[in-house]
Every structure is written in C-alpha cells, then in structure tokens.
C-alpha cells in the first residue's frame, strides 16, 4: 500500500499520488528525509503532532529521497530534512537548514520556523480552521467552500476581526452566511495599535452573548485575535492555556508582503512589527512581561499559557484543564545531554531514587537527541551487541532504560546557566527573560559537535554539497552517483566513506599524513573497498562550485606543497569534533581546547555542585563506552558530595544582612563575605516584581567561627555606598517566607537585633511576602 494511514501524514511512493496532494487547495506540507536522517527522526514526532492538530485544513506529506528520487532532483533538494509548502500545485516556500543563521540552527529554533511559516501560510490561504476548545475556533480565510464547513461542523456563529479593504472578510458574504443560519458579527482591527482596554470589553460582551460553537476569524496573523482572547480569558475567569501552533504567528505582520513573493525566515523577519506604548496599559491588565513583544518565538504560547484561572465562565475548556499543571521550577539534579554519559547518570541516579530530570535539547548543536551517536550507522565497539547496532536504535534502548527507572527527559534545549550560586539557575530556549529553573547540582555531558574547516568557498557550499554528516545527507540526489570525498583519516572517515559508496560512483578518502589512524578492522574494510581510493598526504584548502552547487576541491601535498584539483559533487568532514562547552564559558574552568577541566580521575568541576563528563571533558579517548563510564562516576560522584553537603549544612551558620543597597546581588554579596571563611550560599532578597533587592539578604557559613569572624568585622560598615547590619539569621527569618519581622515605631526587627530604617526603604508586611 503506497499511503501509511497509521499517521496523520501521508506516505507517497510515487509521484501521481504526490501530484494528487500538490493539487488541493488546502495547504500541502511536503517533508523530504531518508531513513538514516537522524535530524529527520528526531523532528517527527514535532511533525506528526503538526499534522494531527491540522488535520482536514492542511496535507502533510512524506517523500523519501530514495524512493521518489527523480522528483527530488527536480525540486533541488540538497539537504535533509527539507520542507516545502505548496497550495493549488503552488510552490510558496522552501525551508531547510540554510534558511536559518548558524547561531539560530544550532539553538534549534528550526521547528519553531517551520511552524511560523505553517501558521502564516494557514492564515493567508487555509479553507479550515483551528479548533482551540469545543467552542472556539480560530480561522484564516472564508469561501463559500469553507462557510458550508463550518455549518456541517455546527458553529452557529462567526466574529470577523478582518477589515473593511480587504478582499476575505465575511461582510461580503453576509447572505451566505444568514442562509447557512450563522450569527455574524463585523468587528475590524486592521493592526495591533487599535487593541485598547475598550476594544476589549466590546470583544468580550460578543464572545459571551453570541452563541456557541464559535468561530473567530482573522486574516492579518491572528496576533489581535489572540490578544484580544488572552484578555477576554482573564477576565472571564477562563483556564484557556494555550493557543498550539497559531501562537507563533503572535507579534508578526504580514500585510507589508509584496503580491505573489515566496515567504522565507528573512522576508518573514522583516514583517515583524513591536507593539507600541497602546499596550504598556493590557500589560498591566492581564500581567504579561513586555519584553516577550520582543522575543519573536512562542509569544502567543507564553502569554495564554500565564491564564491559569481555576474557573470557566467563557469558554467551554474542561478538555484543557488536564493540560494545565503547575510547572515544576525546581531539581535535586539535572543533566544536560543525552548521549551515552548523560544516560548513564541518569539510569544510576535514578535506581538511587535521586529524581534526576534530563534536558536531551532539541537540536542543540544542531545534533538530534541521543548526540553523536546517532548520525553513525553501526556500532560494533560497544560491550552487548555481538552483532554491532545502529546508532540511533543504541541510544533509543539507552532512552527507554533511562525513563523505566523514573528519569524525567524533557526536549529542550538549556540556553543559559548560573553557577555563581546554590541553587544553580538556567535558562531554556527562547525563554531567557523568564524566571530561570533551579538545580541543586548539574551534570554537563553536552558532548561534541562536528569541526570544520572554514575553507574558502565552505560558507557558501555548505549544505550544497559540503556536510559534516554523510550518514544524515548522503541519500539527498545531488550526490547519487557522482564522486564523492571524506576528509580524515579515522574511524569515523572510514564509516562514512564506506557508507557513502551506497549512492556515489566513487569516493576518494583524503588523508594530510601517509598512514590511517583508524583501527585495524576498518581501515582493512576500507582499503579493500573497490568503491574507494585514499589520496595520501594530501589537504583541502578550498571549495569550487558554480554558484549552487559544489563542482571541485584544491587539494595541496603536505609534503611536495603541489596543489591539484579534484572534481567531486560532495565533501564530508570527519576531522574529529570540538566540546560543546559555549554553554558554559565564564562559568567554568576550561582547558585551551575549551574542554572543561575537572579534576584528575574524577567528573568534579571548578564548582562544586557542577560535575562533566562525556565528550565535554574527554579529549583523550572520545569513545561512547568511556563516556558512559564517566557518566558513572559523575552520578556517583554527585551521591558522595550530596552526603558531604549535608553533613556541612547542619554544622553550617547562617547569618542575616540587612541595609543592601538595591543594586546588590548575590554574586556581590558571596565576595563581600568570602574574606573570612567558606560560604555556602548568598542569596539576596528580590522584589517579585520590580527584580530589585529588597535590601537585605543570607548568607550560609561552613563554621560558627568563620560567621562570628564576619559579624566582627562587617556588622556597621559601608558596602556598595549603604551601612549594612550584620547578625545570626533567627529560625523565624528563615525562608521561604521572610516576613517575620515585627514593625516597632519607623523600624522593623528582624533576626537577633537587627533594625532595618524604613524611612530609607519601602519595607512593609505586604512587600514581604
């Protein structure tokens, strides 16, 4: 059977069904991988959501690359996976790695486009609609086709947020409409700058008088639409969470498109627009940060996702509210990566019942959950598969081990982290402005990526015929059967220059010295393979194409200095890997190489309470069996000094400081008072709105004596332009609460004595809280 119907996307094996779906009028999402793509893999669980949400409003279609490779090569697919997006046999977009900035790829914001660009091709041409709850639906453009849909699916009535110059708002369809029996009211916003707090009780007194199923229409992005419900949510009382996949489209303007231009990122980009000072006012109304008007990505999905109401007076929404959960903000210890190190700290922190949660990144580094290994073909070095296995299918069985003894792995990417202090705080993608998570410990096991040459002519073939992953890209046509080159001399050259010999007429193995540093086993297949031809002594030093596509590479002898010319249509680099260690620059101590440095025979790092271990930390083996043994020792590792932890804590002294300037922070705090002894926190107290310190503070010493060393010599002096008191935290001023002081005259007691000044503060039992 040509077409899987297990998915809600379709399988094609030939180009007449392909041809059908290209057809329709409703939009067709045309996905290009290969079965060994493992950025395809790891992108289709996100996809196959796509398609089931959408269902019946757009076609998502899947082609193989080795099934239906003439059509392919038609479409100049040069790189996996590709997306392309086509209405009524239409192509409007072509979407895949090179569409995105280095730094945004690796960040692995590629979903996120291609929802953005799903969204906005649905608003512009969709004949469906998108369900929000049993009675609310969002749409995108109305035609008669469309109107006698929404009948068949029992909406009694419509709001048109579209307005009067433009070619699809329903006013025009106002007797189709009263025939099919829908209610129709014309509400008109043509931009973001007309959503005032008075558009929003008008909106809110026709979503609750109009009858239900309900449909809300809007053909300039949905970003009003969306606005306008969040607000009328609040209000209501609602437990509306969240608008999936359209809120994305939140905060862009599409209207500045030229008639008829292809969208991209760029031009897509560019049709972004701020909101202006109308809305300082519905910020404060329904308490959303105004900085996420200038974070372009998830938007919508952040600001719904603030209304948690427990009621649901507007819209009927008790399908949502098992969606609704409180997020859990805090860890006992978290791992970042999920390769073999981080899976092995995972399985043996939580047989220990340590409640370990592992970020495995979407994309991070551009590599697919699982690390390295899962752009190899087979593994044949690792203890238990007599038979060798497959990359992928390894670290799938090391996922499911991992989550069968309790592993929480959550698909995201950790962007920025905090080690200045305990509890460690980090960031997730494209939430950096929101209040950060906390660990009580970290393992960093975020591995390595690919490392290139930056030869001249790479920049602009990458992609086009220069990789770094034979196994993701080799299948794409514009490498069947032409020549082919691997750059390096070890194993993983070997691998991939015997896999490439699957699809191109012949490959040449480049080596700088006169002798293969692959083991024995491989190199033996490789020197036998009649398919592959080794150029000894020899380097690239520069890529030739035709302006698309890679044609030639110079290569120069390392030892005579000639150069030569070697035409080849693609050119992979096996030249070994870089530690991803970006992440933690600054935070940690790092070798000249930027691999973290821990301590010898150990995964400790230069702070306590942060271990490594992997490929991260490794630059001597670098092989997937001694990663998991380091991922061992830093669950272990974690264990001992969790012990040693506690015993300090409770001979630890903790000490109130009062009269901080509000500039103060915990990084300052900790060095004002590491000169007279080990600390163990420092935590300054921050007001939860404003972010300011509220000007006092703890801070947590290792010993009695060392705290009584810093009442001596700190009580009654100036830090940071303000006098501070300085004295033994009493248990009532412990957190979390904080406001157990009692208010005597202008003052306010706390701790053993300390009077912090309210006359020179906005301390009061409400700030405190």
Same mark, same amino acid.
């Given at each position: 059977?040509?077409?899987?119907?297990?998915?809600?996307?379709?399988?094609?094996?030939?180009?007449?069904?392909?041809?059908?779906?290209?057809?329709?009028?409703?939009?067709?999402?045309?996905?290009?991988?290969?079965?060994?793509?493992?950025?395809?893999?790891?992108?289709?669980?996100?996809?196959?959501?796509?398609?089931?949400?959408?269902?019946?409003? *757009?076609?998502?279609?899947?082609?193989?690359?080795?099934?239906?490779?003439?059509?392919?090569?038609?479409?100049?697919?040069?790189?996996?996976?590709?997306f392309q997006f086509y209405r009524s046999n239409t192509l409007l977009s072509t979407f895949n790695d090179r569409s995105l900035p280095a730094e945004d790829n690796a960040r692995g914001n590629f979903t996120l486009?291609?929802? /953005?660009?799903? /969204?906005?091709?649905?608003?512009?041409?969709?004949?469906?609609?998108?369900?929000?709850?049993?009675?609310?639906?969002?749409?995108?453009?109305?035609?008669?086709?469309?109107?006698?849909?929404?009948?068949?699916?029992?909406?009694?009535?419509?709001?048109?947020?579209?307005?009067?110059?433009?070619?699809?708002?329903?006013?025009?369809?106002?007797?189709?409409?009263?025939?099919?029996?829908?209610?129709?009211?014309?509400?008109?916003?043509?931009?973001?700058?007309?959503?005032?707090?008075?558009?929003?009780?008008?909106?809110?007194?026709?979503?609750?008088?109009?009858?239900?199923?309900?449909?809300?229409?809007?053909?300039?992005?949905?970003?009003?639409?969306?606005?306008?419900?969040?607000?009328?949510?609040?209000?209501?009382?609602?437990?509306?969470?969240?608008?999936?996949?359209?809120?994305?489209?939140?905060?862009?303007?599409? $209207?500045?498109?030229?008639?008829g231009e292809l969208v991209t990122p760029e031009t897509e980009s560019q049709s972004y627009r701020k909101f202006n000072k109308n809305h300082k006012n519905i910020n404060n109304k329904i308490h959303i940060s105004?900085?996420?008007?200038?974070?372009?990505?998830?938007?919508?999905?952040?600001?719904?996702?603030?209304?948690?109401?427990?009621?649901?007076?507007?819209?009927?929404?008790?399908?949502?509210?098992?969606?609704?959960?409180?997020?859990?903000?805090?860890?006992?210890?978290?791992?970042?990566?999920?390769?073999?190190?981080?899976?092995?700290?995972?399985?043996?922190?939580?047989?220990?019942?340590?409640?370990?949660?592992?970020?495995?990144?979407?994309?991070?580094?551009?590599?697919?959950?699982?690390?390295?290994?899962?752009?190899?073909?087979?593994? $044949?070095?690792? +203890?238990?598969?007599?038979?060798?296995?497959?990359?992928?299918?390894?670290?799938?069985?090391?996922?499911?081990?991992?989550?069968?003894?309790?592993?929480?792995?959550?698909?995201?990417?950790?962007?920025?982290?905090?080690?200045?202090?305990?509890?460690?705080?980090? #960031?997730?993608?494209?939430?950096?402005?929101?209040?950060?998570?906390?660990?009580?410990?970290?393992?960093?096991?975020?591995?390595?990526?690919?490392?290139?040459?930056?030869?001249?002519?790479?920049?602009?073939?990458?992609?086009?015929?220069?990789?770094?992953?034979?196994?993701?890209?080799?299948?794409?046509?514009?490498?069947?059967?032409?020549?082919?080159?691997?750059?390096?001399?070890?194993?993983?050259?070997?691998?991939?220059?015997?896999?490439?010999?699957?699809?191109?007429?012949?490959?040449?193995?480049?080596?700088?010295?006169?002798?293969?540093?692959?083991?024995?086993?491989?190199? /033996?297949?490789?020197?036998?393979?009649?398919?592959?031809?080794?150029? #000894?002594?020899?380097? +690239?030093? $520069?890529?030739?194409?035709?302006?698309?596509?890679?044609?030639?590479?110079?290569?120069?002898?390392?030892?005579?200095?000639?150069?030569? $010319?070697?035409?080849?249509?693609?050119?992979?680099?096996?030249?070994?890997?870089?530690?991803?260690?970006?992440?933690?620059?600054?935070?940690?101590?790092?070798?000249?190489?930027?691999?973290?440095?821990?301590?010898?025979?150990?995964?400790?790092?230069?702070?306590?309470?942060?271990?490594?271990?992997?490929?991260?930390?490794?630059?001597?083996?670098?092989?997937?069996?001694?990663?998991?043994?380091?991922?061992?020792?830093?669950?272990?590792?974690?264990?001992?000094?969790?012990?040693?932890?506690?015993?300090?804590? *409770?001979?630890?002294?903790?000490?109130?400081?009062?009269?901080?300037?509000?500039?103060?922070?915990?990084?300052?705090?900790?060095?004002?008072?590491?000169?007279?002894?080990?600390?163990?926190? *420092?935590?300054?107290?921050?007001?939860?709105?404003?972010?300011?310190?509220?000007?006092?503070?703890?801070?947590?010493?290792?010993?009695? /004596?060392?705290?009584?060393?810093?009442?001596?010599?700190?009580?009654?002096?100036?830090?940071?332009?303000?006098?501070?008191?300085?004295?033994?935290?009493?248990?009532?001023?412990?957190?979390?609460?904080?406001?157990?002081?009692?208010?005597?005259?202008?003052?306010?007691?706390?701790?053993?004595?300390?009077?912090?000044?309210?006359?020179?503060?906005?301390?009061?039992?409400?700030?405190?809280?």
């Amino acid at each position: 059977m040509a077409v899987t119907t297990t998915t809600h996307i379709k399988q094609v094996t030939n180009t007449t069904e392909l041809e059908n779906y290209l057809n329709d009028k409703r939009l067709t999402v045309v996905e290009y991988t290969s079965k060994h793509c493992s950025k395809c893999k790891a992108i289709a669980p996100h996809i196959e959501t796509k398609a089931k949400e959408l269902e019946g409003v *757009a076609i998502f279609v899947n082609v193989d690359v080795n099934e239906l490779t003439s059509f392919t090569s038609a479409n100049d697919i040069t790189i996996l996976p590709t997306f392309q997006f086509y209405r009524s046999n239409t192509l409007l977009s072509t979407f895949n790695d090179r569409s995105l900035p280095a730094e945004d790829n690796a960040r692995g914001n590629f979903t996120l486009s291609i929802d /953005n660009l799903i /969204n906005l091709f649905l608003v512009k041409y969709s004949l469906g609609y998108k369900k929000i709850t049993d009675d609310l639906a969002f749409s995108g453009q109305i035609e008669e086709e469309w109107v006698t849909r929404l009948v068949d699916a029992g909406f009694r009535a419509v709001i048109d947020l579209s307005c009067e110059g433009e070619n699809d708002h329903l006013s025009n369809e106002k007797e189709l409409l009263d025939e099919k029996g829908l209610e129709y009211v014309h509400f008109p916003i043509s931009s973001v700058t007309q959503i005032t707090p008075s558009t929003f009780t008008k909106l809110t007194n026709h979503i609750t008088t109009l009858p239900k199923p309900l449909l809300i229409h809007s053909r300039i992005g949905l970003h009003a639409s969306i606005v306008l419900l969040a607000y009328a949510a609040k209000e209501y009382g609602s437990a509306l969470q969240e608008v999936v996949g359209w809120g994305n489209d939140f905060g862009y303007d599409y $209207e500045g498109l030229p008639e008829g231009e292809l969208v991209t990122p760029e031009t897509e980009s560019q049709s972004y627009r701020k909101f202006n000072k109308n809305h300082k006012n519905i910020n404060n109304k329904i308490h959303i940060s105004s900085k996420w008007y200038s974070n372009t990505t998830s938007t919508g999905h952040l600001l719904l996702s603030s209304l948690k109401s427990k009621n649901s007076n507007l819209f009927s929404i008790n399908n949502l509210n098992s969606k609704i959960q409180k997020k859990e903000m805090h860890s006992k210890v978290i791992i970042i990566g999920s390769g073999p190190a981080g899976h092995t700290a995972a399985l043996y922190l939580s047989r220990a019942t340590l409640e370990p949660v592992m970020y495995e990144g979407f994309l991070a580094n551009g590599i697919a959950a699982g690390g390295q290994l899962t752009t190899t073909t087979d593994v $044949e070095n690792y +203890p238990g598969f007599p038979e060798g296995i497959g990359g992928m299918e390894m670290m799938d069985k090391f996922r499911k081990q991992s989550i069968r003894f309790g592993t929480k792995i959550i698909t995201e990417t950790i962007t920025k982290v905090d080690f200045s202090s305990r509890p460690f705080k980090y #960031w997730l993608e494209s939430k950096e402005n929101e209040e950060p998570h906390t660990a009580d410990a970290i393992i960093v096991a975020t591995g390595a990526a690919a490392r290139r040459l930056n030869l001249p002519g790479e920049e602009k073939y990458w992609q086009r015929g220069i990789s770094a992953c034979a196994v993701c890209d080799g299948a794409v046509p514009i490498f069947r059967n032409k020549p082919l080159a691997v750059v390096g001399g070890g194993d993983s050259a070997a691998e991939e220059a015997l896999f490439l010999t699957k699809y191109g007429s012949h490959v040449f193995v480049i080596v700088r010295r006169d002798k293969l540093r692959a083991s024995k086993v491989m190199a /033996n297949r490789l020197l036998a393979n009649s398919k592959v031809t080794v150029i #000894w002594d020899h380097i +690239p030093i $520069e890529a030739k194409g035709d302006g698309n596509l890679l044609q030639s590479i110079q290569l120069r002898n390392t030892k005579t200095g000639v150069e030569r $010319e070697l035409q080849v249509n693609g050119l992979f680099y096996a030249i070994g890997h870089v530690p991803a260690t970006k992440l933690v620059e600054g935070q940690l101590a790092l070798d000249e190489d930027k691999y973290i440095i821990t301590q010898p025979d150990s995964t400790v790092t230069s702070v306590e309470g942060v271990f490594a271990a992997g490929d991260v930390q490794d630059k001597k083996y670098r092989q997937a069996v001694t990663s998991a043994g380091s991922g061992c020792m830093a669950a272990l590792e974690y264990q001992i000094q969790s012990i040693t932890a506690k015993t300090r804590l *409770a001979m630890s002294v903790k000490l109130f400081v009062g009269g901080l300037s509000w500039t103060t922070d915990d990084r300052a705090l900790r060095q004002k008072f590491e000169e007279h002894g080990k600390v163990l926190d *420092a935590v300054v107290i921050r007001d939860r709105d404003t972010g300011r310190s509220r000007g006092f503070g703890f801070v947590t010493f290792s010993s009695s /004596n060392e705290a009584q060393s810093a009442i001596r010599s700190l009580n009654d002096t100036e830090f940071n332009g303000r006098t501070i008191k300085v004295d033994r935290a009493s248990e009532r001023s412990s957190p979390p609460g904080f406001a157990y002081g009692s208010a005597v005259g202008s003052g306010l007691y706390y701790g053993y004595g300390v009077k912090l000044d309210l006359t020179r503060t906005d301390f009061t039992q409400n700030t405190l809280k």
